[in-house]
T-cell receptor
């Protein structure tokens, strides 16, 4: 029944070692988001896709990249993780059309950087 | 700058109490507002979505209201239960294609 799926749920990487987080959705939604959330803070938008159109937030570090090969999948690549990148990474989707335009979130991936 | 504020940051109530969580936004020209619940270490669960043309939405023991003129939304929880303990976040969108601006959340503890 899961609608937004994130793998893995927990990821441990070493300082500077590239890591990829994945998100998939069964909702056929146009819009997919990646957020970073640190403890007791609001989710911070990194980037989003509207279909294939990529939208990067101005303050998202170059260290973070994303790919969306098809409607269902979206990936977050962290090229050289630093200690400050340890956080919960949340994927979300939204229809992009119609009135009932809720965001649906996945369970998140907790990233630890050693 | 479009800002969203949730006060208080934390709230503790005894089981059975009715309570209100607050969300304030600086720009009243919103498109919609969404309330979420987040349990520790988990993702966000959507609770209610209010369109700009609506005044309130209800789901079970939850009722969310929207007053654009005062830049405020409230989430009313009736007959609170320990299982309601979580962080509650509101998110405001200003256009259909735009991003959401989140508040920092209110962490609710309901004591048995």
């Amino acid at each position: 029944d899961a609608m937004v799926i994130q793998n893995p749920r927990y990821q441990v990487t070493q300082f500077g070692k590239p890591v990829t987080l994945s998100c998939s959705q069964t909702l056929n939604h146009n819009v997919m988001y990646w957020y970073q959330q640190k403890s007791s803070q609001a989710p911070k938008l990194l980037f989003h896709y509207y279909d294939k159109d990529f939208n990067n937030e101005a303050d998202t570090p170059d260290n973070f990249q994303s790919r969306r090969p098809n409607t269902s999948f979206c990936f977050l690549d962290i090229r050289s993780p630093g200690l400050g990148d340890a956080a919960m990474y949340l994927c979300a989707t939204r229809s992009g059309s119609g009135l009932h335009n809720e965001q649906f979130f996945g369970p998140g991936t907790r990233l630890t950087v050693l | 700058k479009q800002e969203v504020t949730q006060i208080p940051a934390a709230l503790s109530v005894p089981e059975g109490e009715n309570l209100v969580l607050n969300c304030s936004f600086t720009d009243s020209a919103i498109y919609n507002l969404q309330w979420f619940r987040q349990d520790p270490g988990k993702g966000l669960t959507s609770l209610l979505l209010i369109q700009s043309s609506q005044r309130e939405q209800t789901s079970g023991r939850l009722n969310a209201s929207l007053d654009k003129s005062s830049g405020r939304s409230t989430l009313y929880i009736a007959a609170s239960q320990p299982g309601d303990s979580a962080t509650y976040l509101c998110a405001v969108r200003y256009t259909n294609a735009g991003k959401s601006t989140f508040g920092d959340g209110t962490t609710l503890t309901v004591k048995p």
